[in-house]
């Protein structure tokens, strides 16, 4: 089993920054794709940012790009979202999630493990 852990959610002005980490414990692997996705309420859960094991390939969804980035440490089995200028509209809860080896998408159907999520509250 894999253990995902996020931190780094609060509160934040619109236009604002913050960096989201996941921490995998566990039989943990370097090799898995990692994937950021999120929901606001009332909504479904929607897919935000993955990227591969090498960090070679990253996507993004339309809504985030330019605004987000995202970034893993295979030493300390941590994956980043950085996200800049922030708005309203990025007010979720936001889950980190890990596919299984040499594996990434954008669907929440190729991801094994989930974390418990952290709130993101943007405020206008």
């Known amino acids: 089993q894999v253990q995902l852990v996020e931190s780094g959610g609060g509160l934040v002005q619109a236009g604002g920054s913050l960096r989201l980490s996941c921490a995998a414990s566990?039989?943990?692997?370097?090799?898995?794709?990692m994937g950021w996705f999120r929901q606001a309420p009332g909504k479904e859960r929607e897919f935000v940012a993955a990227?591969?094991?090498?960090?070679?390939?990253?996507y993004y969804a339309d809504s985030v790009k330019g605004r987000f980035t995202i970034s893993r440490d295979n030493a300390k089995n941590t994956v980043y979202l950085q996200m800049n200028s922030l708005k309203p509209g990025d007010t979720a809860v936001y889950y980190c999630?890990?596919?299984?080896?040499?594996?990434?998408?954008?669907?929440?159907?190729?991801?094994?493990?989930w974390g418990q999520g952290t709130q993101v509250t943007v405020s206008s």
């Open positions: 999630a890990a596919t299984q080896p040499y594996r990434l998408g954008t669907s929440q159907s190729e991801y094994d493990y």
């Open positions: 566990g039989r943990t692997r370097s090799t898995s794709g």
């Open positions: 990227i591969s094991w090498r960090a070679s390939d990253t």
